[in-house]
């Protein structure tokens, strides 16, 4: 077996180094720090870029490998879990603070689990959508495979599009693979609510949103209740 050093040269050998992707990463190394730099100094959480920003519609670029290891980089990944932790949400891409690289972090934790309870989940309903704690993961370079083409629809919100929601179709099971926050490369298959977590932000780094492909009129303000008099 390869060490997992040996597994991400493969991988950047074999995935990354095209080159229309070679041409693209020498433009990155130029100008994706300078970026970072500008969107987090003086800030621990910045705030989330919101729908009609560009940078959400933009093709997210491939990160070089070998700047995982950087600075800059680790601080890329703390900046995301701290926005991500302290919006209380399950999910975040890079480009919804700004910088436009493929590499999203997700993480369902037992706080999500005590809070769909008491919006009226049961235990057979976490169940029967997999709603099951997941460890922070982090996938950049990610590629996604669908393995059940089993379309389900759910309701999903966005810290992009704050405040309102819309049911979405998503294949029930794929397989996600990228490298890791250490440069490892890893593979993941998810099921049910994981899997819809990583389609969802997936989604981001090719410059979708939810609402390109939900059901029109399950759009919603989830506070439309409070304007009804």
Known sequence: MFSATRRA?????????????????????????????????????????????????????????????TAEFKKLLEVMIKTMR???????????????LQVFAMEHTREHMNRLKEMGF???DLRQKQMDIVPLKIFVNPELKITNSKMVAFREGCLSLEGFSGMVPRALEVEVRGLNENGEVVTWNASGWPARIVQ????????????????????????????VE
């Open 9 to 69: 040269k493969l991988f950047v050998k074999t995935v990354l180094e095209s080159p229309k992707w070679l041409n693209i990463l020498t433009r990155q190394q130029s100008s994706w720090m300078e970026n970072l730099k500008s969107i987090i100094v003086g800030s621990n959480v910045p705030k989330v870029r919101q729908i009609g920003d560009p940078v959400l519609r933009e093709v997210a670029q491939p990160v070089d490998p070998m700047t995982i290891h």
């Open 86 to 100: 302290e919006h209380q949400a399950v999910g975040i891409a890079a480009p919804q603070i700004g910088v436009g």
């Open 122 to 124: 049961t235990l057979e």
């Open 200 to 227: 969802h932000e997936v989604d981001h780094l090719r410059g979708n949103i939810y609402i390109d492909s939900m059901t029109y009129k399950s759009f919603m303000n989830n506070k439309w209740n409070d304007f």
